[in-house]
């Protein structure tokens, strides 16, 4: 599977990278691992937990918002 970070998340996929000292691509493997560790979840709030930051929240969503979107696409 394959897709393109929109140009608008990558400046910030790329800060989470460097923060953590990884790649991009394993950033965004964790972000949507643990997105999808906590899809289950009951509630929203269990998810934003899972951050520290909150900008790894809204990384997270949109990371989240891409695989979505990605899996809508393959669907259609």
Same mark, same amino acid.
């Given at each position: 599977?394959?897709? @393109?970070?929109?140009? /608008?998340?990558? $400046?910030?996929?790329?800060?989470? &990278?460097? *923060?953590?000292?990884?790649?991009?691509?394993?950033?965004?493997?964790?972000?949507?691992?643990?997105?999808? @560790?906590?899809?289950? /979840?009951?509630? $929203?709030?269990?998810?934003?937990? &899972?951050? *520290?930051?909150?900008?790894?929240?809204?990384?997270?969503?949109?990371?989240?918002?891409?695989?979505?979107? @990605?899996?809508?696409?393959?669907?259609?």
């Amino acid at each position: 599977m394959s897709f @393109d970070i929109p140009a /608008s998340i990558e $400046p910030r996929v790329q800060q989470y &990278a460097a *923060s953590l000292h990884i790649t991009a691509d394993e950033a965004i493997l964790r972000l949507l691992q643990v997105g999808l @560790d906590h899809a289950s /979840s009951s509630s $929203p709030k269990d998810i934003v937990g &899972a951050f *520290s930051t909150a900008n790894e929240v809204e990384v997270m969503d949109q990371a989240l918002n891409l695989a979505m979107e @990605d899996r809508v696409r393959r669907n259609s």
